[in-house]
């Protein structure tokens, strides 16, 4: 037991003590409310896309919040070099644990959450296509989630950087168990996000209204479709990947270890060949959300809707072609990199049309500064620069001074806050109301974006100074010559003033649910799309009759040709079961990743055991679906109009 607990750090026994404390008083309220039983039949067993996204949402919050913090413990550690405020093995286990969590376990739900909010409802839709492998992909996630952060406590995080490069996560640098959590839980929620791409691809492509052709899809469907093609051809390479990087670990093999034959620049090859497309994966959405939201707030129809289109699939393709520009430096040859550094150029074109198109939508447009606008607009400067410097580090010579250095740092985040995170900011504020049937308070939603942006200016811009003085990344502590501190001391400050944008965020919802401005019309934003047409939150069948759609921005021309979406009559409605099958598979799931992560082989097949009689048994699953009676459909849009 004495290498089963983290021990020996103060921050491990506060951590401790916190889920002690969190989980003690989740388990006193379910049981004094009597509220199990409700929890069960209402969110673990759903299958309802609505819900599903709701519980993303908060994970994904979560995982913000964790993820913010190891940044903020980095920043502290760095502002402050002599105090050792962090031992250098700690600073490695944060340092990986970071970057994962904030690309796999808060972007991923967080891009998860908007799909399962939005694109049933955007295209006229009841449900998701597998509404049971939607609930599936949920409970991977989190029980993959979960599995990586206990690490934290139990066993030892992963300390090899986020990408596990070898021979870092090999057994001779890597000795203990985390680095197996970082494999399982990785391998177990990539099952998940791969099992949605698929469900998101095949709803779009299948299951939208009459008269929506694809050329008269709303955007952000567009860019969820760019970005599920993206995961299908992806995320089998990351898991290809981890697999034979565990054989390395579990069997002794030496597939990327060098003096065993291996080849441990195969490995980096094969993990850039998933993580470059990774980041149009979740940029892709952030796209199509800020294309909803200038063309809403600026009440006209988006600029250039063809060029949009294709852009984004040439984004989607591209994407395949540029990982070698992580590695320049690698020896590949002057021919490979120019190929590369050519493509990673080409990628910026289709990019920047998409920003001169939203420019041009707004040109002339009746605008609304709304909190989505707002982030909508911080997005647009911020990505210029990140764009700017990618192209930068796209001149294969150039890169050799910036490689690994914390011009890198700063090109990339900002990148993927200002281009994701802002933009999943912006999603989130938008649709919240639907939702949930209120808006979120706009005047402590106007305190956190200033906060967030001034803090991310402040945090980032210094790193690229840092990067041209030589400051590398990876690096815990320096001496006080090198002239790092002062900058590092900024940038420090910029992380909190972020952390406390976050918390403001925090209070917002909170204050919001009680006192927030409830939407009794379905369309708080004179919305374009059909989600608009539709009560606030939606009732579980999302449309007592699906809608026929005749052109782009179909619930605009509705309303602009005076149509209204009245029933006079209905019909009972096909809608699935909830089921336990897929919570319970998942958790069978996580006991096989505990069991291999510590080399315990009878655990680890007991849970392999239990995921096949899972899959037994949903096999002779045969009555999934149930009828709403017309009578109970009536019964519920009555409810709606009276405004209940």
Same mark, same amino acid.
């Given at each position: ?5 983290? #021990? ?15 989980? !003690? ?43 913010? +913090? ?25 340092? #990986? ?74 057994? *001779? ?63 089998? +390479? ?5 697999? $034979? ?36 994966? !979740?940029? $892709? ?57 050519? #493509? ?6 289709? #990019?920047?049309?998409?920003v001169f198109n939203w420019l041009f939508t707004m040109f002339r447009g009746r605008i609304r500064m709304t909190q989505p606008m707002l982030w909508t607009l911080a997005f647009v400067p911020c990505f ?8 930068? $580090? ?33 999603? $989130? ?45 990876? +690096? ?59 009560? *606030? ?108």
């Open positions: 037991m004495k290498d089963f607990f983290v #021990t020996g750090d103060p921050l491990i026994y506060g951590a401790d003590a916190a889920i002690v404390v969190t989980v !003690v008083a989740i388990v006193f309220v379910l049981t004094y409310f009597k509220k199990w039983r409700w929890l069960w039949r209402e969110w673990i067993t759903t299958v309802d896309h609505k819900k599903i996204g709701i519980m993303y949402i908060i994970c994904s919050l979560l995982m913000l919040f964790r993820g913010g +913090v190891d940044a903020i413990l980095m920043r502290l550690q760095l502002a402050m070099p002599d105090t050792k405020f962090l031992e250098s093995q700690h600073y490695n286990e944060i340092f #990986t644990t970071h970057g994962t969590i904030m690309i796999l376990f808060m972007a991923m739900p967080f891009m998860f959450a908007l799909f399962n909010w939005v694109i049933p409802l955007q295209i006229g839709a009841r449900d998701v296509a597998f509404p049971y492998l939607n609930a599936l992909s949920f409970w991977l996630f989190f029980f993959g989630a979960l599995l990586f952060n206990i690490s934290f406590v139990i066993g030892g995080s992963p300390d090899a950087g986020w990408l596990a490069y070898p021979p870092l996560s090999e057994l *001779s640098h890597s000795p203990g168990v985390g680095e197996n959590f970082y494999i399982w839980g990785i391998q177990i929620s990539g099952i998940g996000s791969l099992a949605s791409g698929i469900n998101f691809l095949v709803t779009i492509l299948k299951m939208r209204a009459p008269g929506m052709k694809l050329m008269k899809m709303p955007l952000f469907s567009w860019s969820v479709l760019a970005s599920c093609i993206t995961i299908i051809f992806t995320f089998p +390479v990351l898991t290809v990947t981890l697999a $034979l990087l565990f054989v390395d670990r579990f069997f002794g093999a030496h597939i990327f270890t060098m003096d065993g034959g291996g080849n441990p620049m195969m490995y980096v090859n094969l993990i850039w060949m998933w993580g470059h497309p990774e980041v149009y994966i !979740v940029v $892709l959405p952030a796209f199509g959300i800020y294309s909803e939201v200038v063309s809403t707030f600026s009440k006209k129809k988006i600029f250039g809707y063809t060029s949009m289109v294709f852009s984004m699939m040439i984004i989607s393709v591209l994407s395949y072609f540029t990982w070698v520009h992580h590695f320049f430096t690698m020896g590949a040859g002057a021919d490979v990199n120019a190929f590369f550094a050519i #493509t990673t150029m080409a990628i910026g074109i289709p #990019t920047g049309v998409k210029l620069v990140g764009g700017a410097t990618g192209v930068m $580090l796209a001149v294969a010579p150039a890169d050799y001074q910036y490689h690994n250095s914390y011009f890198l740092i700063a090109h990339f985040h900002q990148t993927l806050i200002g281009g994701v995170v802002f933009g999943y900011l912006a999603g $989130l504020y938008y649709w919240w109301p639907k939702i949930f049937g209120f808006k979120l308070n706009d005047r402590l939603g106007k305190w956190a974006f200033w906060l967030w942006n001034i803090g991310f200016y402040v945090c980032f811009m210094p790193q690229y100074a840092l990067g041209f003085m030589g400051m590398t990344r990876r +690096v815990y502590t320096y001496g006080w010559d090198m002239g790092w501190a002062p900058y590092n001391l900024v940038s420090t400050v910029g992380a909190f003033l972020m952390g406390i944008g976050f918390v403001v965020q925090g209070w917002q919802i909170i204050y919001s649910i009680k006192r927030g401005e409830r939407d009794l019309t379905g369309d708080p934003w004179n919305g374009r799309t059909l989600e608009w047409s539709i009560p *606030s939150p939606p009732p579980v069948y999302n449309f007592a009759k699906i809608p026929e759609v005749s052109g782009q921005d179909a619930w605009w021309e509705m309303k602009k040709k005076g149509i209204k979406p009245t029933v006079t009559s209905y019909e009972a409605i096909h809608m699935p079961k909830n089921s336990g099958i897929p919570f319970l598979m998942s958790v069978c799931w996580f006991i096989a990743g505990f069991g291999l992560t510590f080399h315990w082989i009878w655990i680890g097949l007991a849970g392999l055991a239990g995921v096949g009689i899972c899959l037994l048994a949903r096999s002779f699953q045969y009555k999934t679906e149930y009828y709403i009676p017309a009578k109970e459909v009536s019964r519920i849009e009555a409810m709606y109009r009276r405004g209940a």
